[in-house]
């Protein structure tokens, strides 16, 4: 990551960051005076910068419990006349949609600009929901910038545009702009803020009846930047104007359409729009008046295609269209400059043989790397978590509703994974329907915090006989180890508070504690909360090597080991390996890699044999 002194720096400088560290420069060149987000990737990274920076700027900005939380944080700045700004995954959307959705009615006044970096491919994520849409569905501009340098210029444009039309700006990235690496062009900015100023009257109240003057007013104002587009130079047409060709675009797909181009050694119109909501339609009609082919390059949805083609059919143009109606394109997952490039030949002709088969480099390398699923880190205490869960679990039939976050990788027990916050609730669902099979739901300290306790608080106003296991290890791990209100709520008496009457904290890694209290849970008639509270063991682990705290790792006897697996099968902790017999092949015993041991014992303790134990450090 860029240093946070380079991302601060007052000066005009180069330099080489992230997608994500690009538009967290971008917000403070923009002046932006209140941050608020929660963590999501791929956009956490725009959060975590600006969150360091901000003291040294002197502005405010925080790691808020949700994104609707903190889109409403970032609202109440803007309308008091403060540049405000939010980020968020693009599943965030579906938090914060609730405020958006009637926010866009009644408009800003300090700019306002709200960041969602899209995953198509899920990467990391539960699905490819397009946030373009936003333009139609919440009535609201969205731009969306093609690398890292333009979505930095892309939010400070997206300031200046909020404060011109008093609406909110979206601003769309994904993954491959978001966790590019680039040269970027830093700029000097200003460093005046002002104090917010908030004018009394019934502007920002959303009552019926000004909501029904607003919505007309709004789709004014849609119509009024649409106008405006042309003369923003965010609509831009490149390449001869004599070609019966023309290629639609915008965001990643333009980079990988002028690759492509590059790569089958051909010159063709171009049209990038900046602004994908609302459409440039002047220049549009403009493109394509004189085109016998329009072809549309763009990921997942047929965004630009659906709403384009029918432009061109309400204004009696009739090229004909080559897009995901076509089927040049997939309708899912992410494009590269192959594919692009491959969608382009069918239509444009020229070569691809200069371009790497990125499918054919992948299966020759997978011939040496064995392909591995995701794995709980060494020492993770949700393994040791589930590990256990996983006998009670299993021995009673069990039905396990779990959530978002690292926990996600559980290999043993997991039955259901929907969105933040939904194993209460489907675990509340699945106790009304589902007779003589103990119900878990699954959850970590920070989901808790977003959505988890208004499930919670459910669970016990129905009395819903269920057994809600949070993890509590003390931060946001999954996104890069936020931190979370945990720091200053102990979430036993929140439990306690909305109502649970059986709380019980233990260790994971304490598996006979940990064994009792699950017995008596299931005992117990309605919601009961249990909380396995462990510091990440990454962040313990590096804590350790920071401070140069020696970490007592543990070793396997090659004398007593009978080379079972358990602990490498079927506990699957990284830090052990198979020692291997060179001349027969066959598995000799484990060993514990020291370098990766975080110490946690468990393996000990699962050992059919004990054969392993507390190394014994020569030193000493
Ligand atoms: S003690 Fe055992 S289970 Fe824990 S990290 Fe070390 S090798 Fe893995
Ligand atoms: S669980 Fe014990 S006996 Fe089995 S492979 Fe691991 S160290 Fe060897």
Same mark, same amino acid.
């Given at each position: ?7 601060i720096?007052?000066e ?7 997608g994500?560290?690009a538009?967290a420069?971008?917000?403070i060149?923009?002046?932006?005076q ?11 990274e ?7 920076a ?16 903190a ?7 803007s309308?008091?006349?403060?540049r ?5 995954k ?13 926010a ?5 006044k300090?700019?306002?600009?709200l960041l ?72 000097t ?20 009846a ?11 104002k849609m $119509? ?6 042309? *003369?923003?130079g965010?609509s @831009? +047409?490149? !390449?001869?104007?004599? /070609?019966?060709?023309?290629i ?5 797909s ?8 590059e ?5 063709i ?9 609302p ?11 004189d ?9 997942v949805?047929?965004?630009l ?14 090229p004909k ?7 040049i394109?997939k309708?899912?997952? $992410? ?6 490039? *491959?969608?382009l030949q069918? @239509? +444009?002709? !020229?070569e691809?043989s /200069? ?5 054919e ?16 880190c ?7 978590a589930?590990?256990?869960l996983?006998?009670?679990?299993r ?5 396990f ?6 926990y ?5 027990v997991?039955d ?5 916050g939904?194993g209460?609730s ?9 007779k ?12 808790f ?8 608080a459910?669970?016990v ?22 931190p ?8 036993a008496?929140v439990?306690k ?7 019980v904290?233990f ?10 209290i ?7 008639e ?20 920071r401070?140069?705290q020696?970490?007592?790792?543990y ?6 080991c009978?080379?079972c697996?358990?602990c ?19 598995k ?14 468990v393996?000990s303790?699962i ?7 507390k ?6």
């Open positions: 990551m860029a240093r946070l002194e380079e991302l720096a007052n005009e400088n180069i330099v080489l960051c992230l994500n560290e538009i420069r971008g917000a060149e923009a002046g932006v209140l941050f608020a987000a929660y963590p999501g990737t791929p956009s956490s725009i959060s975590t910068a600006i969150i360091s901000s003291k040294s700027l002197g502005i405010y900005a925080e790691w808020s419990t949700n994104e609707k939380v889109f409403e944080t970032a609202y109440a700045a309308i008091s006349g403060i405000a700004m939010t980020a968020c693009h599943v965030g959307i579906n938090v914060l949609a609730d405020a958006l959705y009637s866009a009615y009644m408009g800003t300090g700019g306002f600009v969602v970096a899209d995953d198509p491919h899920c990467f990391s994520s539960q699905n490819e929901q397009d946030s373009r849409w936003l333009g139609v569905s919440a009535q609201v501009p969205v731009l969306e910038p093609s690398n890292p340098q333009e979505a930095k210029e892309f939010i400070k444009k997206a300031f200046e545009i909020s404060e011109k039309f008093e609406a909110i700006m979206v601003v769309r990235s994904t993954t491959r702009i978001s966790h590019a690496r680039s040269d970027v062009q830093f700029n900015y200003e460093t005046s803020y002002s104090e917010g100023d908030f004018e009394k009257g019934r502007r920002y109240q959303c009552l019926p000004l909501a029904r003057a607003n919505h007309p007013k709004l789709v004014a $119509e009024t930047i649409k106008e405006w587009i042309p *003369e923003s965010l @831009i +047409i490149e !390449g001869p104007n004599n /070609s019966e060709f023309g639609i675009t915008s965001g990643i333009y980079s990988y359409v002028k690759d492509a181009l790569i089958l050694n051909k010159d119109p171009l049209l990038k729009l900046g602004l994908v909501a459409l440039d339609e002047k220049t549009i009609l403009e493109f394509a008046k085109k016998k082919n329009i072809i549309f390059i763009e990921e949805d047929p965004y295609e659906d709403r384009i083609s029918a432009l061109l059919i309400q204004n009696s143009l009739a269209i080559h897009g995901k109606c076509t089927g394109t309708r899912y997952h $992410e494009l590269n400059s192959r594919l692009v490039a *491959e969608a069918g @239509i +444009i002709g !020229g691809l /200069s371009v790497v088969d990125i499918q480099a992948e299966g020759e390398i997978t011939e040496f790397i064995p392909f591995r699923p995701p794995l709980f060494p020492g993770c205490q949700h393994r040791a589930f590990w256990e996983s006998k009670v679990v021995k009673n039939k069990g039905i509703a779990s959530d978002i976050g690292c996600s990788l559980d290999p043993w997991t259901t994974i929907l969105c933040m939904a209460i489907m675990a509340n669902g699945f106790s009304r329907v589902i003589d099979r103990p119900i878990f739901a699954y959850i970590g300290d920070s989901t915090f977003h959505t988890g306790l208004t499930a919670l459910n669970a106003y129905h009395k819903a006989n269920i057994n809600v296991l949070v993890l509590d290890n003390r931060m946001t791990a999954m996104t890069g180890f936020q979370n209100p945990t720091e200053v709520i102990d979430i008496d439990a508070s909305l109502g649970v009457e059986y709380v904290e260790d994971p890694y304490d598996f006979e504690n940990g064994k009792k699950f017995e008596e849970a299931l005992l117990h309605g919601p009961s909360v249990i909380i396995m509270r462990k510091i990440c063991a990454n962040e313990w682990w590096r804590q350790q090597r401070s140069g020696k970490i007592e790792v070793q396997i006897d090659p004398e007593i009978i080379a697996g358990t490498i099968v079927q506990y699957q902790c990284p830090a052990i390996h198979w020692s291997i017999d060179t001349n027969s092949k066959e000799k015993y484990s060993v514990i890699d020291p370098s990766m041991c975080t110490g946690c014992s393996c303790q050992c059919p044999v004990k054969a392993i134990s190394a014994v450090d020569e030193n000493e």
